[in-house]
């Protein structure tokens, strides 16, 4: 007798990055940013992280008008 041997597959789920986009308004803060965009404020050190060549060296210093990129 033959038993043929079949393996489970199992799903994996894939992880799919969210990415948008939020344009500075005055006022705002990266803080401010992090909790609008992603539900908590301590985020706000990866958005600085993902937008770094645009805001540059200072994460205090984002102007009016700078379109940053969010990935959640």
Not at 63 to 72: A, E, H, S
Request: charged share 30%; proline share 1%.
């Amino acid at each position: 007798s033959t038993k043929k041997v079949t393996q489970k597959t199992t799903k994996r789920e894939s992880k799919k990055v969210k990415s948008s986009t939020y344009i500075v308004k005055k006022g705002d803060t990266l803080s401010c940013i992090a909790k609008k965009m992603t539900g908590t404020a301590s985020n706000w050190r990866a958005i600085y992280n993902q937008n770094k060549d645009l805001i540059g060296g200072n994460p205090n210093k984002i102007k009016v008008g700078q379109k940053l990129v969010i990935k959640i």
